[in-house]
């Protein structure tokens, strides 16, 4: 029985792993790949790719692998991204396949379903995966639901309500337009509704994501080769995380070290120096995935004297204030916020603290209430239908968005059917002869 | 003893389409009821159609059904609801002459050659091992059948209720069904109590209609039936008032002698079809609610006031009446009252609207836990259609919720049960786009020739709009508008939508348009003005299709599944679905709870 559609997900190594598999299934999985890659590659080998983001941005050089169904783990044609397991990067290609048509992310236990389905899992395999894809899915459930912090699911409730509300008038006008208590319905006032719910949604959605008190702040620190970045690395997580040396272009890869400072997670990451003249292959690759992580970090920290790349939350250095001095020096400390020695631990204090500011704006605030990824999807999905519930002038139009909003906290919370519209239209409203 | 494919008890608007159709497919059919007179009446309101239910309407019309024939019949008030909002919610609705319509209803059973009407009490069915026979009348009478569909109404253990009064009876004036509602109990089937309720009959010659505002019938020559062409009967009008303080304090001051509030009723009534008792009871800020006041027939005085039922003592009945503008003098000919009956609750039932335990046994209409006629009579096509279809070994019915209200009805029913009377809303079906009172010939008419109930007539009407459909359609495609900005071509139909033109009233600048059949027309122009949102939604059904496709048979042991709480099993147990899409639509049952079933099916499979 084949689905139209096409799933993914990441499906092992939860970021920081070293590796991270980005699974798709389904029809549309290798037109996919083909858009990520820009190329086809053959059925069943394996090859190192180059995955870009839509500005033509080098997002990653995964390993690819393609299968075609049925002879597939899931029956249908899969592909497999083997990807560098940073957050960011993690981040930056779900988001990318989430654009593309057909495409969307797997709901729990998808995968094992279709695989099931189309028999690619043998019974005793499947015996004891009914209770534990009961259970997975309803830890999944609980962690969607968040229901850690009972905020979330208080204020999804509350916007589902006032869905239901809304839904309800419009299903009253309707059902129940020759009601005098009813009425012509005011198709105004019910845009101006879903307004106001949409922008309580985006409110919400620009509130800083919980993930990040959980995972940690990204704090990508980047510049110019030589320019102590490293250095600045290992005086921050007190330990030789990563390789320093006189040698320009000593760091290649993103070294990632989670830190845990003044009670607040980060993830610092040191990245290839950047510059312009690399005639290396393997040091443009870093060069490109040093810029990619510091425009996906939640806080830059520039080491140049350069203007750094746009960033909303920038630090500005002059590094290795121990040994130098002249012009060029003075302007590198008039344009910093601080200035640094790691080898002395001068000013080290100092950024820190400014790191630390930066931070406490971008995590949610103690007793306020965070969304996590799978909650902030779904909510973002409700308030586009409401935003296209405002563009329609047909009542019957209006109501048809409003299904799709109510749909989608459907998926979050499993609850909300007819009925509890129904209840909620004849709670409200003097209907009936 | 007499021998039969089908025997429907019960003449009203269940059983009457439960027998036609039956008749239609080829089955001998004995319709046995109480009295040839009720054959065809209307308990309550004479109204027929209206929001969903006009879509039901033409729904049983798809299927060659008799309701819309007779409804244009005896049709005098029409009135198209929700003209000013999207086709797809339109509701047809018609003020019936209870008279002409019965006596409509009773000219078409006649004319079916297969139908034997017999009068008299159905006390008790017959079985053999577990299926059904055939049933015994009161009088003794054997009559035997491999199918029975069961129409009681409100009579099983009907019972009236006025003020202090009560007394045993299915509609005022007409006997309960006492012995067959007890067999029916005694044979395991789960029944319990509903409550509706009906105002008090106006004399019209004692009401003030100078004062009030008055409503007239739809000029817009439009019909129930497509193929009835024209109006019938003169057209009268209705007129409305409303309810006031001194009303209210009237009503207020009644309340402990109705029996809704004194605990002699505690069944539930519909929360849509509220008694003037409750409206004030429960929504006490209001200061006025509105009653219709629609006349009952042309040979009749008679007029329902619409938004008042009741079942207070007559004294405050009167009292109420006479303190409504219009009504001061106004005369009540019959008081209102409320009755409680017994259903049996449609978890019992499958797709077929046939009894699980007992083969051969049909239920349809309001002995299943529905309200109104139109509810009814598309019940009694379905259990009819599959009463022949058991009894003529031919494959099942079923109507799906995707393609019709029906097939919402039936689902919604047979997996969610009841906790009030249940009534069509467009509110119900999320395909509702899709599903248009515009278009129930389209939708339908494959699977209603199919099944093989529709006559020669029909089947001419429905080739000949076919036709008028794909000229439409090529007009409507290939004529590119003549202007557009930036020399862009559109088709016609693009262009008129873009307008906001409807299509009937395109014809002076498109005279190929004059030409078509406005019928079809409109029903082309929502294809095209939903086509984007139509296409979604047939993705989305795509989607769930493969859910449909995997049957659970009939003794799946759901408690053995691990994983799944009580409270399901006990849910999935009383509705016993029949496919996975079905379970899925059951309140309470979550994607893992699926999962977890479909892996034990394919191990019980294997
Ligand atoms: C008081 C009252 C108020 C109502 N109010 C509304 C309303 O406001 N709006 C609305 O939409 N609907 C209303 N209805 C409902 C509507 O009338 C019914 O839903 C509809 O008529 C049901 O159709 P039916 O075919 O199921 O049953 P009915 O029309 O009740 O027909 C049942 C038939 O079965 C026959 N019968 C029953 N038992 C036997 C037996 N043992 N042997 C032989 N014959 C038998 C009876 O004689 C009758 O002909 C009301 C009904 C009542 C009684
Ligand atoms: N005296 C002094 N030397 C430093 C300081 N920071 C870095 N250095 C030295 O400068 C050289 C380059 O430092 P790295 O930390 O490797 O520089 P980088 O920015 O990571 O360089 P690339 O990885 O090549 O881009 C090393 O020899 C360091 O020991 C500092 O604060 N003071
Ligand atoms: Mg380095």
Redesign the pocket.
């Known amino acids: 029985m084949g689905h139209d559609d096409t799933i993914f997900a990441l499906s092992s190594g939860a970021p920081p792993a070293a590796i991270a598999v980005v699974r798709i299934s389904g029809p549309a999985a290798t037109e996919a790949l083909n858009d990520l890659i820009g190329m086809d590659i053959p059925a069943r080998s394996p090859r190192v790719v180059t995955v870009k983001g839509t500005q033509g941005n080098i997002i990653d050089r995964p390993l690819a692998l393609r299968f075609a169904g049925p002879a597939s783990a899931t029956g249908e044609d899969v592909v497999e991204l083997h990807l560098h397991g940073g957050r960011a990067v993690v981040d930056a290609v779900l988001a990318r396949l989430g654009e593309l048509d057909g495409l969307r992310q797997a709901e729990p236990g998808e995968f094992t379903r279709r695989a099931f389905e189309n028999g690619r899992l043998d019974l005793l395999e499947a015996e004891g995966l009914a209770d534990l894809l009961a259970a997975e899915t309803e830890t999944q459930r609980r962690q969607a639901m968040g229901f850690a912090s009972g905020g979330v699911s208080q204020a999804v409730a509350a916007w589902q309500d006032e869905c239901l509300t809304i839904a309800a008038r419009i299903e009253a006008a309707i059902d129940f337009s020759d009601e005098d208590d009813v009425g012509d319905a005011d198709v105004a006032a019910i845009h101006m509704a879903c307004a106001a719910l949409a922008a309580k949604l985006a409110a919400w959605l620009d509130r800083p994501p919980a993930e990040r008190l959980r995972d940690g702040i990204t704090v990508a620190i980047a ?10 690395l290992n005086a921050i997580a007190q330990r030789e995380a ?10 290649r890869d993103i070294v990632e070290v989670p830190v845990a400072i003044g009670g607040i997670a980060y993830r610092f990451a ?1 990245t ?2 950047l510059r312009d003249d690399s005639d290396d292959a393997v040091e443009a690759i870093g060069i490109a995935r040093a810029l990619a992580a510091a425009a996906e970090a939640d806080i830059l920290v520039w ?1 140049g004297s350069d203007d750094p790349p746009t960033h909303s939350a920038t630090i500005r250095i002059a ?5 130098r001095s002249g012009v060029e020096w003075d302007m590198a400390v008039d344009a910093a916020d601080v200035v ?5 631990g001068e000013g080290m204090a100092a950024l820190l603290d400014a790191i630390a500011g930066r931070a406490r704006d971008l995590l949610p605030r103690e007793g306020d209430v965070a969304l996590n990824r799978r909650q902030r999807d779904t909510l973002a999905d409700v308030a586009a239908a409401l935003d296209d519930a405002q563009c329609a002038r047909d009542l019957l139009i209006v109501a048809e968005h409003l299904r799709s909003a109510m749909s989608a906290f459907d998926r979050l919370t499993g609850r909300a059917r007819t009925e509890d519209m129904l209840d909620a239209l004849f709670g409200r409203f003097c209907i009936g002869k | 003893m007499d021998n039969f494919d089908v025997i429907v008890v019960g003449g009203g608007h269940a059983g009457c389409e439960a027998a036609a159709v039956a008749a239609r497919i080829g089955a001998r059919v004995a319709l046995v009821t109480f009295s040839r007179e009720t054959i065809g009446a209307m308990s309550c309101n004479p109204a027929i159609g209206g929001l969903g239910k006009g879509h039901l309407v033409r729904e049983v019309d798809a299927y060659d059904g008799l309701i819309a024939r007779a409804a244009d019949a005896a049709a005098i008030h029409y009135r198209m609801l929700n003209m000013s909002k999207g086709a797809a919610v339109r509701g047809p609705r018609v003020q019936a002459d209870r008279v002409l319509f019965a006596a409509a209803i009773q000219a078409m059973i006649a004319r079916e050659a297969n139908i034997t009407v017999i009068e008299g009490e159905a006390e008790a069915l017959t079985l053999d091992d577990d299926a059904v026979s055939g049933l015994v009348m009161a009088d003794g009478r054997l009559l035997s059948a491999p199918a029975v569909v069961l129409a009681a109404g409100t009579f099983l253990g009907g019972r009236l209720y006025r003020g202090e009064w009560s007394g045993a009876g299915g509609r005022t004036g007409e006997r309960a069904a006492t012995a067959l509602g007890k067999q029916l109990r005694d044979l395991g089937l789960p029944v319990a109590r509903l409550k509706t309720g009906t105002p008090p009959r106006l004399d019209g010659r004692t009401i003030d209609w100078a004062a009030l505002v008055r409503q007239e019938s739809d000029a817009d020559p439009w019909t129930m039936a497509p193929e009835t062409r024209a109006r019938r009967n003169p057209q009268l009008f209705c007129a409305i008032t409303r309810t006031n303080e001194a009303t209210h304090e009237i009503v207020r001051g009644g309340l402990d002698r109705s029996p809704l509030f004194s605990g002699a009723i505690d069944a539930k009534g519909p929360r849509y079809c509220p008694s003037i008792e409750d409206k004030i009871h429960r929504f006490a800020d209001r200061d006025g609610h509105q009653i219709f006041l629609e006349p009952e027939g042309l040979a009749t005085h008679l007029v329902y006031p619409n938004g008042i039922s009741t079942s207070l003592p007559d004294d405050v009945q009167r009292a109420m009446i006479n303190s409504i503008a219009g009504l001061e003098g106004a005369e009540i000919a019959v008081p209102g009252y409320a009755v409680e009956y017994d259903h049996v609750d449609p978890r019992c039932l499958d797709r077929r609207l046939g009894v699980r335990a007992i083969p051969g046994l049909f239920c349809a209409g309001q002995i299943i836990g529905t309200t109104g006629y139109e509810e009814a009579a598309a019940l009694g096509l379905a259990a009819g259609a599959n009463a022949a279809a058991t009894a003529l070994g031919r494959d099942a019915v079923h109507f799906d919720r995707t393609t019709s209200y029906l097939g919402v009805m039936i689902d919604d029913l047979i997996l969610q049960g009841v906790s009030e009377p249940y009534r069509m809303l467009t509110a119900r079906a999320e395909y509702r786009l899709r599903l248009r009172a515009d278009n129930a010939w389209t939708r339908l008419g494959e699977h209603a020739e199919a099944v093989g109930c529709l006559s020669e007539r029909r089947l001419d009407a429905l080739a000949a709009h076919r036709t008028a459909l794909t000229e439409v359609a090529t007009l409507i495609d290939g004529v590119a508008a003549t202007s557009s900005r930036n020399g862009e071509r559109r088709s016609l139909g693009d262009a008129l939508i873009q307008q906001d033109i409807a299509f009937r009233d395109a014809g002076d600048d498109h005279p190929a348009l004059a030409a078509c059949d406005p019928v079809a027309l409109d029903e082309i122009e929502s294809d095209l003005r939903y086509g984007p949102y139509l296409a979604r939604q047939e993705a989305e059904i795509r989607a769930l299709a493969a859910n449909e496709r995997i049957a659970i048979p009939d003794d799946f042991d759901f408690a053995g599944v691990g994983g799944l709480s009580n409270e399901m099993i006990e849910r999935l147990d009383a509705a016993r679905p029949e496919t996975l899409g079905m379970m899925g639509r059951i309140a309470g049952i979550t994607p893992a709870a699926l999962t977890a079933v479909l892996v034990r099916l394919r191990r019980v499979a294997a």
């Not at chain 1, 990563?242 to 760091?251: E, Q, S, V, W």
């Not at chain 1, 640094?340 to 002395?344: E, I, N, Q, R």
Request: proline share 9%.
């Open positions: 510049g110019p080769p030589n320019a102590g970045k490293s250095t600045l990563a390789i320093t040396a006189p040698t320009a272009g000593t760091t040191d290839a120096g080491l590094a290795q204030a121990d040994r640094v020695s790691a080898l002395t």
